[in-house]
């Protein structure tokens, strides 16, 4: 197995979005780390995503692609356009995305309606074949198998049993037709004006084809009862028997179909987030 880069410095960071964006000041620049990328923030210009592992660098061409194809797909919110090429730094490769404004709001709050519009807006892009080339699809029940296998048996006995039968509710859905799931909508990367209209969606890394019930689940970042009155009941029904077994967003770091690297790592959040009462 190859090593893992060392983490680079905030000066290190800095040069390699000087070096994408000569000319642009980055002495105010931000920086903020997420599951795959580092980020130096220029507010105004541009976002400069760094990749924070082997596996994040060699993606990083293929999602830089999803972002133009959904960009292309004339959807009522800003989508990040990439502003330079894909560049290697070493190790890592780096790239540097348009600038989206506004704001998130704070958790548990939104209005419904516009994160209906929201949800309605992403499953209805068009499933073209470029982005069935470029995405990932769990047309088969192999992620339900791996959970099953990997992670259930780690569990300890007081969740075993109950999130076994939870993972099996959530594979026995009735399969829907493939749409376009952004895979990690709330939070920062939904970004409203303060007027409260939807000014654009970020970070479509974890994009991939699959039922859009996985949307709505991560959406209830706003509050259940808010989706619950955005959406329509079966997508609320789905969205909450995708969250039940570990959380939706521990389901959906193998719906989008990377590896299952660290599993016990994985397993502990998963506890964390049952023990907290969430599940």
Request: proline share 8%.
């Amino acid at each position: 197995m190859s090593p893992q880069p060392s983490e680079p410095s905030e000066s290190e960071l800095l040069e390699i979005a000087d070096a994408l964006l000569p000319g642009q000041a980055v002495d105010g620049a931000r920086i903020t780390a997420g599951n795959l990328h580092h980020v130096v923030l220029l507010p105004g210009t541009a976002a400069v995503r760094v990749s924070k592992r082997p596996s994040s660098a060699r993606e990083m061409a293929r999602r830089v692609e999803v972002l133009r194809e959904v960009g292309r797909a004339g959807l009522p919110f800003v989508v990040p356009e990439p502003l330079t090429p894909v560049t290697w730094f070493g190790e890592r490769t780096a790239v540097a995305v348009s600038w989206v404004g506004g704001a998130e709001l704070p958790e548990g709050q939104g209005d419904p309606h516009r994160i209906g519009e929201l949800l309605r807006a992403v499953r209805e892009v068009a499933v073209t074949p470029r982005l069935r080339e470029l995405l990932y699809a769990p047309r088969d029940k192999g992620w339900a198998d791996l959970l099953a296998e990997q992670v259930v048996p780690r569990l300890p006995d007081r969740w075993r049993d109950e999130c076994r039968r939870r993972l099996e509710a959530a594979r026995d859905l009735e399969p829907v037709p493939d749409a376009l799931v952004h895979g990690d909508l709330g939070g920062s990367n939904v970004h409203w004006g303060e007027d409260g209209e939807l000014v654009g969606v970020l970070d479509w890394d974890q994009a991939h084809l699959f039922d859009p019930a996985v949307d709505a689940a991560l959406m209830a970042w706003h509050g259940w009862d808010n989706l619950k009155q955005a959406v329509d009941p079966e997508t609320y029904r789905r969205a909450r028997i995708y969250d039940a077994p570990f959380g939706i967003g521990h389901l959906v770091g193998i719906l989008d179909g990377r590896p299952l690297t660290n599993v016990e790592g994985y397993v502990r959040s998963i506890v964390s987030w049952l023990d907290s009462g969430q599940g």
